[in-house]
């Protein structure tokens, strides 16, 4: 009982609200990251160095009042946010921390396929928030979301079968243990499947140059124009656990999870100081410092672009990639 | 005109005298309901502290004269426009530098189209389509064009003079550049452009009445006296709610 | 012709344009401008422009204040190039009356503009690129506009509405080691110049968002009457400063940028070009400036004598035209008219964004540079 109920339970509520406490510091990151980029202060009046603008933002989006359109579609206009959210964080549930079970709710054998199979429901509540608003700049956005998700959903997800070749596993955890016995991060045995996946999740989570679904300076704000308060704040929460769920993807499949730089060579041994989890956060932070940089840096593809990049482009790399990895491991 | 007078007039208040026939000559000019005119000469006066020391309204001002060349050789664009086109040319002015013709306005697109196709002229770039008002006149406007030639790089204004119902060409097919400012014509002045592709009006709402850049049109409406004075605005009300015939007044007063 | 053709398949749709109107309230049109468009999915295929909703009436205001006065309204109209609109109306002011700019001035005022052609560059430089996605180009771009609203402060106590020009020269000389600021902004400049290239001049996004968008041939372009860089970015070799000098321009040297291509992509590289080229000018001027007075002789109540003129200056977004009226009796002008190059320019907007996507019609609104306050007046 205790075992089986009580602690996965703990657990499940520690996550939660260690995720929702990251993201609101994640949008303060990102408001500072930025403003330095563009050699700005950015949040400063809200404690020292504006560090509780994290607390008082989500404030501010809960006490707002929450609109419906006269004319929306009232219930899937509700669902909508919940929908984006949910899955969001439901991935969580197989993502290790650490190697031994404490620091995980689960490992399902089928870890990975889970991850790819609930992040897909995401996108639903990106279209049916677009859809359910009734109204013209979210629908446009709507119809540019789905055609993104699906396209890159196939590139990603066609190159992460290159790495499961590899390890032979869909567990997360099985497929950290494989870098450690191998003594070597993916990222260097299969760069290019780093790449294609960093690339298409940033399609997948509307990030810039990807962000078409919620371009402002196009579509006004794209498929949450029309919501407020704190049906906004969900699709805002949901933006941004699914920038970490990809950021511990990458750094599971291709950095080694909670584990140390190079733990092959001893030299570098006393780097294990840390406890494991210090490190999987580390290592999560520096690729949302990543998202973020590329967002302040570079300008936003066209849709058409877009389009043609994930279907020219990255899906064509993955099925070569996919090829080269079979026959390189049924060769050696 | 004593200027001197005037030009001290308008020190004194700042937007008394700047249209003189406007201010003084419209209530006196236009027919109207007795209910409106009761309240326009209120309207006009109760902002001024003081009345306009003349009475009687000034004499309109005569139309520009163009100083005519004096003995000075015309350009090649204007002997060859006056060579091509027989007949068209009314009248060649220069002033500080700029040579304008002023043709008539049932030649304009003959003369227009031979501008833009002449090796001489070779007319290809419309700078401007404007208007001026002058009211007391026969034909009241002044449609003026601004040409250059981006190859030959000299410029030409050609001047059309026109009454209210007089139509005026559209010269769009011509030089696209003019749809627009055409459009602007139309709004601001109320000339009567015809065989324009999509005549409506552009800086003002569409349901606007009135053309602002007429020069009788009415520097102050209700909204001014509102700001101003509200006391003066509601008197204006209570007259016209007294004779009955609010909606007309308001209409008068804005439209004019 | 009653019978409908018969369909090829049973899977046809019947689809529909769907009309959507960006503005007044969006964020990339750059104020109050509003665009109907018309898509076929997200492919524009028609577009309409509504303008006129800060239509303020300055050319009707200004036939009723006097000659003076109406500088200060002219600041009101492209207000990102306030200076630029001065000269404007002062030269043609003193075209009317014939009144001798000193040297001085001439040059004084040739610095200004092109200062105020940098801020105004700086401005659709950010902006533009904001519109695009590329955001701390628009931060980078403002940073560098408050030096030249800082010199202008410091020139006539004004950031933005300077009214820095009178009939027949200049208010006011410079305040003393003024011209050394302004010299050690124009180094400062070209280095920031560089960063913004290195952002995106060879950014393979930039390229591909702007490369062969909105592209437009000599001839239309001249047909259609766009002015500035968008008539230059044709290929069309048409600067007021070369072709009809004014200020002190016959005695600067300097060249006109012109594109290859007619696509926004080259409009942008004009406009960076011509950075380089406005702080080559203010080098020179600044450098060169004359001793000398910085008033002509000026009666002292301005009424010229009867008689009509246009006269056009290079503003930072093109041919700036003023026609002006006297009649010669009153001390205001009888008719005053702007020629505002963003209206001209935005004319050629739904040629633009024809046949082109949703994303794109930001993109061009950016690459003719409007101001609301010139286009609505």
Redesign the interface.
């Given at each position: 009982m205790l075992e089986t109920v009580v602690v996965p339970l703990l657990k499940i509520a520690v996550l939660l609200n260690a995720v929702l406490v990251a993201v609101t510091f994640l949008v303060l990151m990102e408001r500072k990251v930025i403003a330095w980029a563009q050699s700005r202060l950015g949040p400063m009046r809200v404690g020292p160095y504006g560090i509780l603008q994290a607390i008082a933002d989500p404030i501010k989006l809960i006490l707002k009042e929450d609109i419906t359109p006269a004319k929306a579609d009232k219930y899937v206009f509700t669902l909508a946010p919940i929908m984006s959210l949910v899955p969001a964080l439901v991935v969580f549930a197989v993502v290790p921390f650490g190697p031994d079970p404490l620091y995980y709710v689960s490992d399902i054998n089928v870890g990975l396929l889970f991850i790819i199979s609930v992040t897909s429901i995401g996108v639903y509540g990106i279209i049916l928030g677009g859809w359910a608003s009734n109204s013209k700049y979210p629908l446009l956005a709507s119809l540019r979301a789905s055609a993104q998700l699906i396209s890159y959903e196939i590139a990603v997800t066609m190159t992460l079968v290159s790495v499961i070749l590899t390890t032979g596993t869909l567990s997360l955890v099985g497929i950290v243990e494989a870098q450690r016995e191998g003594g070597l991060w993916f990222a260097f045995v299969q760069p290019v499947a780093l790449m294609l996946v960093f690339i298409g999740g940033l399609a997948e989570t509307n990030r810039a140059p990807f962000d078409l679904p919620e371009a402002e300076t196009e579509l006004t704000g794209g498929f949450h124009t029309e919501y407020s308060g704190m049906r906004f704040s969900l699709f805002f929460l949901a933006e941004y656990a699914n920038m970490i769920v990809i950021s511990a993807i990458v750094v599971i499949m291709f950095f080694g999870g909670w584990l140390a730089p190079f733990p092959n060579v001893p030299a570098l041994a006393f780097l294990g100081f840390l406890p494991p989890w210090v490190w999987f956060i580390g290592k999560i932070f520096l690729f949302l410092y990543v998202f973020i940089w590329i967002r302040a840096t570079l300008p936003r593809y066209r849709y058409d672009q877009l389009m043609g990049l994930g279907w020219k482009v990255l899906i064509p790399i993955a099925i070569g990639n996919l090829v080269v990895t079979g026959i390189l491991k049924v060769a050696f | 005109?004593a200027?001197e007078t005037?030009?001290q007039s308008?020190e004194s208040g700042q937007?008394g005298a700047?249209?003189p026939p406007d201010a003084s000559a419209r209530p006196a000019a236009d027919p109207k309901k007795p209910a409106a005119a009761a309240a326009k000469p209120a309207a006009a006066a109760k902002p001024r502290p003081k009345p306009k020391p003349k009475a009687p309204p000034e004499p309109p001002?005569a139309p520009?004269?163009?100083?005519p060349p004096e003995g000075a050789e015309l350009p090649a664009t204007v002997t060859a426009v006056q060579d091509g086109v027989s007949g068209a040319v009314q009248q060649v002015s220069f002033?500080?530098?700029?040579w304008?013709i002023i043709v008539s306005a049932e030649r304009l697109l003959d003369v227009m189209r031979f501008l833009k196709a002449d090796a001489a002229t070779l007319f290809?770039?419309?700078?401007?389509v404007?208007a001026?008002?002058w009211p007391p006149r026969e034909k009241r406007f002044d449609v003026?064009y601004?040409l250059y030639s981006?190859r030959l790089?000299h410029?030409l204004?050609v001047k059309v003079r026109v009454d209210e119902k007089d139509p005026v060409e559209s010269v769009t097919a011509l030089?696209?550049?003019?749809?627009?400012?055409e459009r602007e014509v139309y709004d601001?002045f109320g000339i009567n452009i015809v065989n324009h592709p999509d005549l409506r009006?552009?800086?003002?709402?569409e349901q606007w009445q009135g053309y602002?850049?007429r020069k009788d049109?009415p520097?102050e409406g209700p909204g001014e006296l509102l700001m101003e004075s509200p006391q003066d605005w509601l008197r204006v009300r209570n007259i016209a709610d007294e004779a009955g015939a609010v909606a007309d007044a308001d209409a008068e007063i804005e439209i004019e | 012709m009653t019978l409908e053709a018969p369909r090829t398949s049973t899977t046809q749709f019947d689809t529909d344009e769907l009309v959507i109107n960006m503005g007044p309230q969006h964020p990339s049109t750059h104020g109050v401008l509003r665009v109907v468009l018309k898509l076929d999915g997200e492919r524009v295929i028609d577009a309409d422009c509504v303008i006129g909703y800060i239509h303020r009436g300055i050319e009707k205001l200004s036939e009723n204040r006097d000659w003076t006065q109406i500088i200060l309204l002219t600041d009101r109209m492209d207000y990102v190039a306030a200076a630029t609109n001065n000269l404007g109306y002062c030269q043609t002011v003193e075209k009317l009356m014939q009144i001798e700019v000193p040297r001085r001035a001439r040059y004084l005022r040739t610095v200004l503009a092109e200062l105020q052609r940098i801020a105004s560059h700086c401005l659709w430089l950010g902006t533009h690129a904001m519109d695009i996605g590329a955001m701390t180009v628009l931060l980078y771009a403002f940073r560098e506009r408050e030096f030249v609203l800082d010199l202008f402060e410091e020139f006539c106590g004004a950031r933005l509405t300077y009214n820095a020009m009178r009939i027949g020269g200049l208010p006011l000389d410079i305040p003393p080691g003024w011209d050394k600021k302004v010299l050690s902004f124009c180094e400062l400049m070209e280095g920031k110049l560089n960063d913004y290239e290195m952002l995106l001049t060879n950014n393979r996004i930039w390229l591909k968002r702007t490369r062969d968008v909105g592209v437009i041939g000599a001839e239309e372009a001249i047909g259609l009457g766009l002015c500035g860089p968008p008539l230059r970015g044709s290929g069309v070799p048409r600067d007021l400063r070369k072709d009809e000098p004014y200020a002190a321009y016959d005695e600067m040297e300097f060249n006109v940028p012109l594109g290859t291509r007619g696509d926004t992509y080259d409009r942008y590289l004009i406009r960076m070009d011509e950075f380089r080229e406005s702080i080559r000018i203010i080098r020179q001027a600044v450098e060169g400036l004359p001793e000398g007075p910085i008033m002509g002789k000026v009666p002292r109540l301005i009424k010229p004598p009867a008689g009509e003129t246009y006269h056009a200056i290079e503003s930072p977004k093109g041919e700036l035209g003023y026609f002006i009226v006297s009649d010669g009796k009153s001390t205001n002008p009888y008719r005053f008219r702007v020629r505002p190059p963003s209206f001209c320019n935005l004319q050629g907007l739904k040629r633009l964004v024809t046949g082109h996507l949703v994303a794109d019609v930001v993109a061009l609104i950016g690459t003719i540079d409007i101001v609301l306050g010139e286009v609505d007046r």
């Open positions: - | 005109m200027d005037k030009s308008q937007g700047d249209t001002k520009e004269d163009q100083a002033w500080v530098g700029d304008t290809d770039y419309c700078s401007d404007t001026a008002d003026v601004c981006t790089r410029r204004r030089w696209p550049a003019a749809d627009w400012l601001q009006r552009i800086l003002m709402p602002p850049q049109y520097l | -």
